[in-house]
């Protein structure tokens, strides 16, 4: 019991940008975890796509050893987190996992939208918040203003507030020392037993399975029997340790820690994120409570543009599911795109950063249709229908009435955009439910918006409206009816389904031009023309033709009569009239990959 009084869990929570990866590399410097020489910045971002957009992904674990200034030895065990809208899942875990957060603001900014969400999703989870004004070295820091904000909105006392840079360093030492006087040791509840909460996993081609968890009771060592409870399977123990911030194995995990484990785990589908570990000699029949369940929210499908790459795609998804619990797939076919899989996702940055990885990582070919999100259609006979591609969208005439996804979204601008962003919230078919005035500069609009009008490029529109400032925040507000129709693009009469979209109805005739003077531009001329529509219920709603090109069948005819020529002419119309009327027109994999990057 003695090892845990000196044993903090804590986790850093900030928006993005508030310089969360920066103070975690300020505490492994004054903690001596890394050797000077090994320091770099943004140390816990290891993956190349972090590092390059400046962002965190993944939650990362790291143990340090610090001597407070009474002289005890702590241990304290950091997960830093992401700030990203699409990656508060990552957040969820982390924090079911410690006992206390740093909640980080930057000053020259000020309390902003995923600050807010980070906030309640601790005080939810009974985390004691610290929180920490960052950048008070910058010459626009409004060190007052943004205590007084953490205040009124998030009502935690401005007196809590610690002043750090953690750039140069200034203050962070009393951050190491306010989180051992005001962050709880973890208690074991049941010490006669073991459990321990899977809040992470990764796949490793030599070693399998490498489960990350929070020991809560008990402990785990190399050679020990010990059974995952979703599954209830049983495994032996290979190893143990700790991240420092690379693993390090150890000999024994006890409660408290923060650490890996690996066993015979063959199958990434064994490790379910959110399950409890215990023994099979004493098991605890109280599983942890674990994490509320993310349901994806965007949907796209992925395929190899090399058919070839099928088994690796498969094999591929499979393990990035292992380090994503948030991320799902099922197969699917199309037959313009051959075999794929339809995949879930959080929202549009997390499909991005997905789709990166399956190319970097696992260096994969693959193209990705048009996003979309799950429709309510319910049917004349009272049934209801979950619809996730427009493929499966039944027959109009069967249909009652169809509901799409809404969200909530907190939008935090500055006053003289507001005009704007009301403009651009009207534009994507939103409305704005309140206002609040966060100071003398800022604003909180709180709106409602169909989940697909924010899809592509709302986040773009936002920023460049505000040149920057804004920040935005969303929660899933449930379904709306609306006047929703499917959209078909036709080429020479047939329908390509790749290119079938579930789309409103009062923005169907600008989307469908679009489509089509894309295509007309990407399909090879043959030698009839060819037509490019756009089509509700096979009204057709835009159109584009692809004109023929013509062979010169009179280059033989030197001078002579001239009817010579017509009739070869009129002999060439008849060929091209039989020709569109049998004709096929196989449009090239390139249009479908131009047509689909265009739109994404």
């Known amino acids: 019991m003695s090892e845990l009084i000196y044993t903090r869990n804590f986790c850093i929570i900030a928006h993005i940008d508030h310089g969360k990866s920066t103070l975690a590399d300020r505490m492994l410097e004054l903690t001596n975890t890394v050797e000077k020489r090994h320091l770099k910045e943004q140390?816990?971002?290891?993956?190349?796509?972090?590092?390059?957009?400046?962002?965190?992904?993944?939650?990362?674990?790291?143990?340090?050893?610090?001597?407070?200034?009474?002289?005890?030895?702590?241990?304290?065990?950091?997960?830093?987190?992401?700030?990203?809208?699409?990656?508060?899942?990552?957040?969820?875990?982390?924090?079911?996992?410690?006992?206390?957060?740093?909640?980080?603001?930057?000053?020259?900014?000020?309390?902003?939208?995923?600050?807010?969400?980070?906030?309640y999703l601790a005080m939810e989870q009974g985390v004691k918040i610290i929180p920490v004004l960052n950048k008070i070295d910058m010459q626009n820091a409004n060190v007052e203003e943004v205590s007084k904000q953490i205040e009124d909105i998030l009502a935690i006392p401005m007196h809590d507030c610690l002043k750090v840079s953690a750039k140069t360093g200034v203050g962070v030492a009393d951050v190491l020392e306010a989180m051992v006087s005001m962050i709880p040791p973890p208690v074991s509840k049941y010490p006669d037993t073991t459990r321990a909460l899977v809040f992470d996993s990764e796949y490793d081609a030599y070693r399998g399975g490498v489960v990350y968890v929070r020991m809560f009771d008990g402990s785990i060592r190399r050679g020990d029997r010990i059974r995952l409870i979703g599954t209830g399977r049983d495994y032996e123990v290979k190893e143990v340790g700790n991240f420092n911030p690379k693993p390090i194995p150890t000999d024994i995990m006890q409660a408290g820690e923060v650490g890996y484990l690996l066993a015979n785990i063959k199958n990434a589908s064994e490790i379910m994120v959110g399950d409890t570990i215990t023994k099979p000699e004493r098991p605890s029949n109280?599983?942890?409570?674990?994490?509320?369940?993310?349901?994806?929210?965007?949907?796209?499908?992925?395929?190899?543009?090399?058919?070839?790459?099928?088994?690796?795609?498969?094999?591929?998804?499979?393990?990035?599911?292992?380090?994503?619990?948030?991320?799902?797939?099922?197969?699917?076919?199309?037959?313009?795109?051959?075999?794929?899989?339809?995949?879930?996702?959080?929202?549009?940055?997390?499909?991005?950063?997905?789709?990166?990885?399956?190319?970097?990582?696992?260096?994969?070919?693959?193209?990705?249709?048009?996003?979309?999100?799950?429709?309510?259609?319910?049917?004349?006979?009272?049934?209801?229908?979950?619809?996730?591609?427009?493929?499966?969208?039944?027959?109009?005439?069967?249909?009652?009435?169809?509901?799409?996804?809404?969200?909530?979204?907190?939008?935090?601008?500055?006053?003289?955009?507001?005009?704007d962003m009301l403009q651009l919230i009207m534009d994507r078919r939103g409305a704005v439910d309140k206002t609040e005035s966060l100071d003398t500069r800022r604003v909180m609009l709180t709106c409602t918006l169909p989940l697909n009008e924010i899809l592509i490029d709302f986040h773009d529109r936002l920023k460049s409206i505000s040149r920057g400032y804004a920040s935005m925040d969303y929660e899933h507000a449930g379904y709306r009816e609306d006047d929703l129709v499917k959209m078909d693009i036709m080429v020479h009469s047939e329908v390509v389904e790749a290119f079938s979209s579930i789309i409103h109805r009062a923005k169907a005739e600008y989307r469908g031009r679009q489509m089509c003077q894309t295509l007309k531009e990407l399909i090879p001329a043959q030698m009839f023309s060819i037509a490019v529509q756009a089509a509700i219920n096979k009204k057709i709603i835009a159109r584009e033709t692809v004109k023929a090109y013509r062979k010169d069948v009179t280059s033989k005819c030197y001078g002579g009569d001239i009817t010579r020529k017509r009739k070869l002419l009129e002999k060439q119309k008849e060929g091209k009239k039989r020709m569109k009327q049998f004709g096929q027109v196989s449009i090239p994999q390139e249009a479908f990959i131009s047509v689909l990057k265009t739109n994404t």
């Not at 965190?56 to 050893?65: C, L, N, Q, S």
């Not at 065990?77 to 508060?88: E, K, Q, W």
């Open 43 to 119: 140390l816990l971002d290891d993956m190349d796509l972090e590092r390059e957009r400046g962002i965190t992904i993944k939650a990362h674990p790291v143990t340090m050893r610090y001597t407070a200034r009474n002289g005890q030895l702590y241990r304290f065990n950091l997960i830093d987190t992401p700030g990203h809208v699409d990656f508060s899942y990552e957040v969820s875990r982390s924090l079911s996992a410690c006992e206390g957060a740093l909640l980080v603001v930057d000053v020259t900014q000020g309390v902003e939208a995923q600050t807010v969400a980070h906030t």
């Open 286 to 419: 109280v599983p942890l409570p674990g994490f509320k369940e993310f349901h994806p929210m965007v949907f796209t499908g992925i395929y190899p543009i090399d058919g070839d790459d099928y088994d690796k795609l498969k094999a591929s998804l499979e393990k990035l599911s292992l380090n994503d619990s948030s991320f799902m797939y099922q197969p699917e076919s199309s037959v313009a795109l051959g075999f794929g899989y339809r995949c879930g996702f959080l929202g549009l940055l997390h499909m991005e950063v997905v789709q990166e990885r399956l190319r970097r990582e696992y260096d994969l070919d693959i193209i990705a249709t048009y996003p979309g999100v799950v429709y309510r259609v319910y049917l004349r006979d009272g049934t209801m229908q979950e619809i996730d591609n427009p493929v499966f969208m039944p027959d109009p005439t069967k249909i009652e009435k169809i509901e799409e996804p809404i969200v909530r979204a907190f939008i935090i601008c500055q006053n003289e955009n507001i005009g």
